[in-house]
């Protein structure tokens, strides 16, 4: 089964705007939880990374806000640019041993 | 710092053949993952090989099967290929086992 759920699939944002992106998982042991950026032709890339205990993370222009409780982190990025647009995947592991990838969330930011 | 390398970027094979892709890791990553890439199933954790040793394996056929070199360069070899083998291959390194994951561009695999 899906062990991390992400939504929305595809996502579009104007310039200067706010994208959010939601995971979801199910195995409470996952002590891991990082977000990748993946372009065109690329490998993906990390962009931030949380572990549960801590509620936040910020790194710039993108957080990751977790919610223990809920099973459940999302990633915000502010003042979204058209060089943000890109595929972005959460995943999550325990003892960093193999992760679990979402399906991943196709942004698109209009200028 | 050169990034992690993976050759070649594209392949081209028949049904039933055997593939070999290979894997170089940032200098000093012991740890060396392998995942493939689907437009459909996503990415999917193939295996982990920690200082030549297989840590972790997926759930995928015996087909699939890796190693890691010494120098901690990794190979993956897919036996018997079959048309639903195509995909984007990803090899990820990291100094620690899972963490700080740095993947290369991927090796483009298409089974006619």
């Known amino acids: 089964q899906q062990q991390v759920k992400q939504s929305p699939q595809s996502l579009i944002v104007q310039k200067g705007g706010i994208s959010i992106i939601n995971c979801a998982y199910e195995?409470?042991?996952?002590?891991?939880f990082p977000w990748y950026q993946q372009f065109p032709g690329k490998g993906p890339a990390l962009l931030i990374a949380?572990?549960?205990?801590?509620s936040e993370k910020k790194e710039g222009r993108f957080t990751i806000s977790f919610n223990k409780s809920a099973k459940q982190f999302s990633l915000h990025i502010m003042d979204s640019q058209p060089g943000d647009s890109a595929t972005y995947f959460c995943?999550?592991?325990?003892?960093?041993?193999?992760?679990?990838f979402g399906t991943g969330t196709s942004l698109t930011v209009i200028p | 710092k050169a990034g992690v390398t993976q050759t070649p970027r594209y392949l081209i094979k028949t049904r039933g053949q055997q593939v070999t892709l290979s894997c170089s890791p940032i200098?000093?990553?012991?740890?060396v993952s392998w995942y493939q890439q689907t437009p459909g199933q996503g990415l999917q954790f193939l295996f982990e090989?920690?200082?030549?040793?297989?840590?972790n394996k997926g759930n995928f056929p015996g087909r699939f099967s890796g190693r890691q070199f010494s120098n901690s360069r990794s190979e993956m070899n897919v036996s018997t290929l079959e048309l639903g083998d195509s995909a984007l291959y990803l090899c990820?390194?990291?100094?620690?086992?899972?963490?700080?994951?740095?993947f290369g561009s991927g090796t483009r695999l298409t089974v006619v």
């Open positions: 990820a390194s990291s100094q620690d086992p899972g963490f700080g994951y740095t």
């Open positions: 195995n409470t042991a996952f002590d891991y």
């Open positions: 949380i572990r549960p205990d801590v």
């Open positions: 995943a999550a592991s325990r003892n960093g041993n193999q992760f679990y």
């Open positions: 200098s000093g990553h012991r740890s």
């Open positions: 090989y920690f200082s030549e040793t297989q840590r």
